[in-house]
């Protein structure tokens, strides 16, 4: 079992940068592939990053590549760097791990509760 807490969400203007961080905890943390999702109003829940239990491989969404950058450390705490913020970056962002493959969404079997970023122009 992994317990998942998101923190670092905010308001920020087009341009700007915010860090995300996700809280984990349980022993076997170190097994999971690790992602961050986000969810706009009206509209489907995806992947946007995912990084390797080992952190040797990662996955980007087409529409964050070279902006975020997704990082884990041995403290059991999972980051999203997200530079460049775009308006249509806002979204409730949820971290999430899985034992299947990491650019598999359905496979992502516990998430934390979310939290909100908001971009504006």
């Known amino acids: 079992q992994v317990q998942l807490v998101e923190s670092g969400g905010g308001l920020v203007q087009a341009g700007g940068s915010l860090r995300l961080s996700c809280a984990a905890s349980g022993r076997t943390f170190g097994y999971y592939h690790m992602g961050w999702f986000r969810q706009a109003p009206g509209k489907d829940r995806n992947l946007v990053a995912a990084?390797?239990?080992?952190?040797?491989?990662t996955y980007y969404a087409d529409s964050v590549k070279g902006r975020f950058t997704i990082s884990r450390d041995t403290g059991k705490i999972l980051y999203l760097q997200m530079n460049n913020l775009k308006p249509e970056d806002t979204a409730v962002y949820y971290c999430?791990?899985?034992?299947?493959?990491?650019?598999?969404?359905?496979?992502?079997?516990?998430w934390g509760q979310g939290t909100q970023v908001t971009v504006s122009s």
């Open positions: 990084v390797s239990a080992v952190g040797g491989s």
């Open positions: 999430a791990a899985t034992r299947g493959p990491l650019d598999w969404e359905n496979g992502y079997a516990y």
